[in-house]
């Protein structure tokens, strides 16, 4: 008998014309380790939902442990043997103090107190948070909150944990930190259903169920997922829209069979014995050589007379003249020009999110210098000793410094839209009622009307892929997901800004909308703007012309991809790097020339685009 | 132009994370604590006694980590008060005030019994301010909700859902900072968009209109995320029924002995004020 079963499920939310879900079967056995894959809105929490019996299905049935999960009075049986780990960390936590948090699923099952402590006991074992056992939840990071979360589902002591999307809010190093609590869970018999986005988290599950529009469109291997078997010209990853994990998408570009887990170092090796005369190929990338970087955390000597952003010394404390002030930077000082790109990296709370505020005047530094776009955003003690000055001192002079602080102020305003910030889940702030009024905000602020208004707005939408006649009177209620964040993408592209600053853009997106937000951000770009973007995801930052690593409110390292990831790299930053630069690394070690070109890693198509030219001039020499 | 800053201003208490006795103590029982400090502020018959729970709370702050400076600090504001209440007291004269003059400036004379209610309400005062600083520095909100629950637990025997509503207690004082923050990044959203709030022109309704952009994306996701939770209590098992005993009664029966303890010294410092002090100290 399996575990978890699901036979021909149906289900549709009242209200809701079209099924959530159609027909899905599936079964997990004790132990198993599932990955669920699907775009945002195919019906993967749904699925999560019908299986612990929080959603009865429309028809079908789903069987946990033998029991009807439709049915009321099996509710308590079937939660406690499939726990469900959800996506917002802070959003699970019901109790104040870490093990009291922990204990909340054994409480409610009526258990003993002695059971319910050892029960606690092993589950904060289990995630690693037994010496946070007293403290309070809210001094946890995002990271522990989540493996919180958990423990939270381990102390129901369960013969399955589902895991919705739980890793996506994390950074690297913590996301790393719950994929091994999956491993562990499936090493000791605890099945594991993980829903994601990221095909290398995907790759490590033993299945993969691929949803699309609410049914079953692949279930297999991830072999069998990303790579191109039966004849087929296409791994079914592809045909899926889903795209395929960093190793398998370099293996395929480099015309080598992908393989679902595999490390640049097996890649490498692969590479190396498939294509021998690389290793002694001068390799065009090997020359190619850009002098562009500053030493760590300066302002390089020959910085240009108009930066977008040129900040020095910058510091910034939250709840400041208060006794639980914090720090959240220090001493962060560099210096970007306009038209570049700045990758913000670093770990949740390290000073990212902080600086994006600062240079869009949101926040103004507690002390240090800053420069956006021309205008000073004056430090806080400056701005006070300025206020200080303007109520002493004759009246005469004092109105006209009144008169002069007003200007100061209101170009600071205007510093806003013209660097605007899009804000982690922007999405959040949507607020009109219909798509083409909510972009028209910010154009209206601007004081836009009539014809001006609409180009603006209809500009905007159909850049971000929002066409204007289709969406403009769409309710954005009705919107899904992926389409609200391209929203409000569009509405902080309606203001024309010279400058984009965007808080993790791509976060929690299914591929397709990640890749559409990339493709609007890289498009910006091209056409002169500057961007300074956080993100977790290194394969994003190494397309960016400079990187910036903080940790700890520090700015630690600044510089090219290439200066970063080859030269200066330092795992301390709690930064991962990216597959590209794994791949070079380990050709190089195999005795190729470092690939890199200019600025940044060569990504695979690039590699492959040289071993191309290598084996034509081979045998073009072999004709002769 | 003013920082975008939510927290800062969010005038509840400034809890401080320590790790000491005081802070271990249930909400209950240190509010209890509070309560008796605050009742022998009041009570007190001399200004030295009303003085006691100022000295008392300073030290149980200091042995609960919270540096000296800190919780007179929280004086500092009320001192304009003090000033204010010191001077009426020597402006006008209590009828049939027959306690010797202490210093006079033509009609305006300082009596013993004037500067001793004068003593006395600064005393009240001081040490009423501390003894809430204490408490909102040791406790954190959530606690606080707790004490809520111990204090409605007698109606439980009436029928109330004592523990269902202390959740709800609970949930809503910790949907406070959650509710800030989602404000602040809708705040920080607008206004990179232009908004301008609060610089409207026009009628209230004008005015109202302005906020939306604020209100309507604050209201669903504090919607959103209520469900959020309630659907991971769910997942947990919670109906509200069925709970295992609360594990926190049993833990409070140690701290009935402080509770005892400081309800037996409050008696103590009223009675020995009272009987034994006034009579000899009290000039008239």
């Known amino acids: ?624 | 132009m003013k920082d975008l800053e939510f927290f800062r201003n969010l005038a509840i208490g400034q809890y401080v994370d320590a790790r000491s006795s005081f802070h271990s103590l249930g909400a209950g029982t240190k509010g209890f604590v509070l309560f008796a400090l605050a009742l022998v502020a009041i009570a007190a018959p001399s200004p030295l006694g009303a003085a006691l729970p100022f000295v008392a709370a300073l030290a149980l702050g200091r042995a609960a980590g919270l540096g000296s400076g800190f919780l007179v600090r929280g004086v500092k504001p009320a001192l304009p008060v003090f000033v204010f209440a010191a001077l009426l007291q020597f402006l006008f004269a209590w009828p049939g005030d027959s306690s010797p003059v202490l210093v006079a400036f033509g009609p305006v004379a300082a009596t013993l019994r004037e500067a001793w209610i004068a003593a006395s309400v600064i005393a009240r005062t001081a040490s009423m301010i501390v003894a809430v600083g204490l408490y909102t520095a040791t406790t954190p909100e959530s606690e606080a909700a707790r004490a809520v629950e111990e204090g409605l637990l007698p109606l439980a025997r009436l029928g109330l859902p004592v523990h269902r509503l202390a959740l709800a207690v609970a949930t809503a004082i910790r949907f406070v900072p959650i509710v800030a923050s989602e404000l602040e990044s809708v705040v920080k959203a607008q206004a990179s968009r232009g908004g301008r709030f609060g610089a409207g022109r026009g009628g209230p309704l004008a005015k109202a209109r302005a906020y939306l952009p604020l209100f309507v994306p604050v209201t669903v996701r504090a919607l959103e995320r209520a469900e959020l939770l309630a659907e991971a209590m769910e997942a947990r098992c919670y109906t509200g029924e069925g709970r295992s005993r609360d594990p926190r009664r049993s833990t409070m029966r140690g701290e009935w002995a402080v509770r005892a303890a400081a309800f037996a010294l409050a008696a103590a410092v009223l009675a020995i004020d009272a009987l034994i002090l006034i009579p000899r100290i009290r000039p008239w």
Not at chain 1, 41 to 53: C, D, E, I, M, V
Not at chain 1, 157 to 162: E, I, N
Not at chain 1, 166 to 195: F, K, N, Q, W, Y
Not at chain 1, 203 to 225: H, I, N, Q, W, Y
């Open chain 1, 1 to 624: 008998m399996p575990l978890i079963e699901a036979h021909a499920v149906s289900y549709t939310y009242p209200e809701s014309p079209h099924p959530a879900l159609t027909e899905v079967s599936l079964s997990v056995e004790a132990g198993d380790y599932l990955a669920i894959l699907g775009a945002n809105g195919s019906g993967k929490s749904s699925l999560l939902r019908l299986l612990n019996g929080q959603r009865i299905p429309s028809s079908g049935y789903v069987r946990v442990a033998g029991l009807d999960a439709g049915l009321a009075e099996n509710a308590a049986l079937v939660r406690k043997t499939l726990c469900l780990v959800f996506q917002s960390p802070p959003d699970q936590i019901v109790s104040s103090v870490v093990e009291e948090d922990v204990a909340f699923g054994p409480e409610n099952l009526g258990l003993e107190r002695a059971d319910i402590e050892s029960r606690v006991e092993e589950a904060l074992a289990a995630v690693g948070l037994l010496e946070e056992r007293r403290r309070p939840t809210h001094a946890l990071s995002a990271g522990q909150q989540q493996r919180l979360a958990i423990a939270g589902a381990l102390a129901m002591r369960p013969a399955c944990v589902a895991f919705d999307e739980a890793t996506s809010m994390l950074d690297p190093p913590s996301r790393e930190a719950v994929l091994r609590i999956m491993d562990e869970l499936v090493a000791r018999g605890v099945a594991v259903i993980h829903v994601t986005h990221d095909m290398a988290e995907a790759a490590r599950a033993a299945r993969v169920l691929v949803l699309s529009a609410g049914r079953v469109a692949f279930e297999g291997t991830p072999d069998e997922l990303f790579s191109a078997a039966d004849g087929r010209t296409q791994p079914p990853a592809l045909t899926l829209g889903l795209g395929l994990p960093p190793a398998a998408h370099a293996a395929r570009v480099l015309g080598l069979a992908p393989r679902a887990r595999e490390d640049a170092s097996g890649l490498a090796a692969r590479l190396l014995a498939e294509h021998p005369e690389i290793r002694y190929a001068a390799l065009p990338a090997r020359t190619a050589d850009v002098s562009d970087d500053s030493p760590i955390g300066q302002i390089p000597a020959a910085a240009s007379p108009f930066p977008a952003f040129a900040a020095e010394d910058l510091a910034y404390a939250y709840l400041h003249g208060t006794l639980n002030e914090t720090e959240a930077l220090r001493g962060v000082s560099f210096s970007l020009d306009r038209g570049m790109s700045l990758a913000l990296v670093g770990r949740t709370g390290s000073g990212k999110s902080t600086l994006l505020q600062l240079l869009d005047a949101l926040a103004r530094p507690a002390s240090g210098r800053l420069k956006a776009l021309g205008v000073a955003v004056p430090a806080r003690q400056d701005a006070a000793r300025r206020d200080a000055r303007g109520k002493g001192g004759a009246p005469l002079l004092g109105r006209r410094r009144a008169y002069k602080a007003a200007v100061a102020e209101d170009e600071l305003l205007r510093l806003r839209t013209r660097a605007p910030l899009s804000v982690q889940r922007p999405e959040t702030a949507l607020f009109e009622r219909y798509a083409g009024d909510d972009v028209a905000f910010g154009p209206r602020n601007l004081g836009l009307f009539g014809a001006a208004l609409v180009t603006r707005v209809r500009r905007a939408m159909d850049e971000v892929g929002l066409p204007f006649e289709a969406f403009r009177d769409r309710p954005i209620r009705a919107l899904s997901g992926g389409e609200k964040r391209k929203l409000a993408l569009a509405g902080v592209l309606a203001l024309e800004p010279e400058a984009l600053l965007l808080d993790e853009p791509t976060s929690a997106l299914d591929p397709e909308t990640r890749s559409a937000v990339l493709r609007v951000i890289g498009a910006r770009r091209a056409s002169g703007s500057t961007v300074v973007m956080a993100t977790h995801s290194m394969e994003e930052a190494a397309l960016a012309d400079r990187i910036a690593v903080f940790a700890r409110g520090r700015l630690v390292a600044f510089g090219s991809p290439r200066s970063l990831f080859y030269e200066s790299y330092d795992p301390s930053w709690g930064v991962a790097r990216p597959f590209a630069v794994e791949l070079a690394l380990a050709l190089a070690a195999g005795g190729c020339g470092l690939l890199v070109q200019g600025a940044r890693p060569l990504f695979p198509e690039e590699i492959a685009a040289v071993i191309s030219s290598v084996t034509a001039a081979d045998g073009a020499e072999g004709l002769r």
